[in-house]
């Protein structure tokens, strides 16, 4: 199989302190919204919405496995771990993650993320658009248990709620 | 439930209404349909439903009657705290609405994990309960940790003597157990010492119960500074001590306690005016932590009655000695 280019390591993030010693370590929200709007335009033109969205759901699930391995670590508790993870989403500006629920036999979880990065403040389009929150928190969960999850968003600033909410379940 | 339309398209429709019924000029139609839509939010007996049929024929009047019907009854829900209310209704109101339900229920679980001894959740971000719950989880977090710290030091009071600070005998009970474990004796054996203050009835006698007291504690503080921190020592009786030591072969126990006896005896004891030289006679035994598997306090009892045959050997034998089990 021919080598890959961009396998997902940590190199891509780089060293910012050196490469960026004026701009510094931060941009803002519309700069992400602009590459992932216009990543999924392009995606949903050549391959179309459900293609494209599962893509979505992939690199989000990459992400969410990664962060939470570098960043969470292992945890005994599963509620410690979801407080740490809330913190990280806090501290690096991601959303206000919250349980509302958890049932820790059926593995069932409703989530809110508040101030969303991917959506929060967008039109009300009739439908949820977070589908790549969808895949980090199914590998937020998986780098925790080693088991996979569906995650789905049941409600979305882009459906005229005011918070995203999102069901996990075990696969 | 009935899938809603766009609410894109509602917005649309209100702006620019483009009804088919006959009657759209009728300004007491309109009336009618704008005191039913009220009727929903407004009065708390209203009870129609299903859309009348005369205002069936306008565009989305449906959509926005059951619209207004589930944000009723989603408010409804939540002023009496039933969180579980569920609609399919889509909008900036219901948004809302739902946003809040799902606070609450946050601030419910939170108050579970709390509930569960979990007193590191806090709340961020909802503003007046923020605020409230974490300052109520702060207070609790401290209570609590005063509380245990609090009846640790009870529980250590009442183990403690309280004129020497050691153990007192009924730690020596509940402790019993302890000594014979695995983890105490990886060894398998350990050794037991009881020892007493030779003639301290005399140094009372002599010097005042005073006296007798710092004798009491000086001879206490000698026998602990002396001990490895996994040992222990007990004040067993008036002037009698119990020592433990774990993970200890005999011959290492005499020599601990022959150096103790030395130590003892080289010590002097100030009180008021005057200089006192004690010394202590010690009766050792060994005791093996898988014979006791039985009856462990049983088996303990039996050591300190060699232990105290011992001493009273080394009593019998002249005083200020170590006396441990023959052969």
């Known amino acids: 199989m021919q080598e890959r280019m961009y396998k997902f390591s940590w190199d891509f993030i780089g060293d910012l302190e050196e490469g960026r010693p004026n701009l510094g370590n931060t941009t803002r929200v519309e700069v992400y919204r602009l590459f992932q709007y216009a990543l999924r335009d392009v995606l949903e033109e050549e391959l179309g919405t459900e293609k494209a969205d599962r893509i979505l759901y992939r690199a989000g699930y990459l992400a969410g496995k990664a962060l939470a391995e570098k960043f969470v670590g292992h945890k005994e508790s599963l509620y410690d771990y979801v407080e740490k993870v809330k913190q990280i989403l806090l501290d690096l500006n991601i959303g206000i993650l919250r349980v509302e629920s958890a049932d820790k036999d059926k593995l069932h979880f409703l989530l809110t993320v508040a101030e969303d990065l991917d959506c929060s403040g967008l039109p009300d389009m009739g439908h949820a658009v977070c589908t790549y929150d969808e895949g980090f928190i199914a590998g937020v969960f998986n780098a925790f248990s080693g088991m996979e999850y569906d995650v789905r968003e049941i409600d979305c600033w882009c459906t005229g709620d005011r918070t995203c909410r999102f069901e996990v379940k075990p696969a | ?327």
């Open chain 2, 1 to 327: 439930m009935e899938e809603t339309t766009n609410p894109s398209a509602v917005a649309t429709a209100a702006s620019a209404p483009e009804v088919d019924a006959p009657s759209v000029c009728d300004s007491e139609y309109i009336a009618r349909l704008v005191r039913h839509l009220y009727s929903i939010v407004g009065l708390s007996n209203y009870k129609i439903k299903d859309l009348p049929e005369e205002f069936a024929c306008i565009r989305n009047a449906r959509e926005l009657h059951n619209m207004l019907w589930s944000i009723r009854e989603m408010a409804a829900a939540l002023a009496t705290g039933e969180l579980e209310f569920a609609s399919g209704e889509r909008g900036f109101t219901m948004g809302s609405l739902k946003a809040f339900q799902s606070n609450l229920r946050h601030l419910t679980w939170q108050a579970q994990r709390i509930a569960a001894g979990e007193y590191q959740h806090r709340v961020s971000f909802l503003g007046d309960f923020s605020v409230a719950f974490n300052q109520m989880a702060e207070q609790l977090a401290g209570r609590i940790a005063t509380l245990v710290h609090e009846t640790e030091e009870y529980k250590d009071m009442s183990f403690k003597d309280g004129l020497t600070g050691v153990y007192n005998r009924k730690a020596f009970s509940q402790l019993a157990k302890k000594f014979l474990s695995h983890e105490a004796n990886p060894s398998g054996s350990g050794v037991l010492v009881m020892c007493d203050i030779d003639h301290f009835k005399k140094i009372n006698d002599t010097y005042g119960h005073l006296c007798g007291d710092e004798v009491l504690r000086a001879f206490a503080g000698r026998l602990t500074a002396a001990l490895r921190p996994t040992d222990l020592c007990f004040r067993y009786g008036g002037e009698e001590f119990v020592l433990v030591m774990p993970n200890t072969l005999i011959k290492q126990g005499y020599s601990a306690t022959e150096r103790l006896r030395a130590a003892v005896e080289a010590m002097r004891v100030e009180f008021e005016n005057c200089r006192l030289q004690i010394t202590a006679s010690f009766g050792l035994t060994e005791f093996k932590f898988c014979t006791a598997d039985s009856d462990p306090e049983a088996y303990l009892v039996q050591c300190l009655q060699r232990a105290d045959a011992n001493l009273y050997r080394a009593k019998e034998s002249g005083r200020n000695r170590v006396v441990a089990d023959a052969g």
